[in-house]
């Protein structure tokens, strides 16, 4: 091998080497394995609910099964976010009283910024919206969450992640009325820190379709809008332990817009040795115009 290969391969092993080190820090499990199928997934209800004939007001044309994402955390700088909107579509659990729903930090699941409280309405008729405002802070982000309408509980809640990345969460660890559920438990968008390393989101990416939010606070004058692929997502909770549930996933369904997931590890692998190389080239040839 050459001089010039030579340093060629060390600057593309050192940028693969940088993005593995990015991709480690971020999350060790910013993607999950999908998609779940058979008696791993109880399919019929959900597939009601995100159906043109759905009762619960949404047309998203998400497959049930074909559809589901590998996603697992996403990031407050991609696509260039500093605003994103949940609408709570429709919520059936008999633990809807208790469900909150909110973000928690990639890098820490016990720092949790709650979105919806058990209180907040999801229906055919009616959909409680959020707004979610990101602001840079050093390395992380300052979160705030404004409720919209009047239904439910109202207000503003505010916290702070570590870093861009951030996941998503249910927990039903109290009761409506503040009280410990003894049968209670919080679940992430990331499989492996879940009980037993278990499934409890569905994630659906967008198709470049339109999704029909009835009933939906946010932009309620036009429920119908483009389902933007690598910036909408619908998740789909199963709010009680996975092995222990009927693995329906349609508890608690809700839709989010305009926020990318964090990059796949392989598109961060190019990324890191292209700019490594580009480096290279761009010395070389500050060096060629010297001489």
């Not at 300052?142 to 996941?167: K, R």
């Not at 559920?181 to 679940?187: A, E, K, M, Q, S």
């Not at 009927?246 to 964090?262: E, I, P, Q, R």
């Amino acid at each position: 091998m050459n001089t010039l290969l030579k340093k060629l391969a060390v600057v593309a092993t050192a940028g693969t080497v940088c993005s593995l080190v990015g991709v480690e820090s971020a999350s060790a499990a910013a993607f999950n394995s999908r998609p779940l199928t058979g008696t791993n997934f109880n399919s019929g209800s959900l597939a009601g609910i995100l159906g043109p004939t759905s009762g619960g007001g949404i047309n998203s044309g998400a497959n049930v099964i074909s559809g589901q994402s590998n996603v697992a955390l996403w990031s407050a700088t991609s696509p260039n976010t500093n605003q994103s909107a949940v609408t709570l579509i429709i919520e059936l659990a008999g633990l809807s009283g208790s469900n909150v729903f909110g973000i928690y930090d990639a890098n820490n699941a016990n720092n949790i910024i709650p979105i919806f409280e058990g209180g907040d309405v999801g229906n055919a008729t009616l959909k409680e919206g959020a707004k979610i405002t990101f602001t840079p802070n050093g390395s992380g982000y300052n979160i705030s969450v404004a409720e919209v309408g009047n239904e439910g509980s109202t207000g503003t809640n505010t916290g702070f992640i570590s870093s861009s990345n951030f996941g998503f969460y249910i927990d039903n660890r109290l009761t409506a009325n503040g009280t410990v559920n003894p049968n209670g438990n919080i679940f992430y968008t990331e499989d492996d820190k879940n009980l037993n390393n278990a499934p409890q989101a569905l994630v659906y990416g967008g198709t470049n379709s339109t999704v029909t939010l009835t009933g939906a606070e946010i932009n309620p004058n036009n429920p119908n809008r483009p389902f933007e692929q690598g910036k909408d997502w619908i998740l789909a909770w199963e709010d009680i332990k996975y092995g222990s549930s009927d693995k329906d996933f349609n508890d608690m369904v809700l839709f989010v817009d305009n926020v990318g997931a964090v990059p796949e590890p392989l598109t961060m692998l190019g990324a890191g040795a292209a700019a490594g190389l580009g480096a290279f080239f761009k010395r070389q040839t500050a060096k060629k115009q010297k001489k």
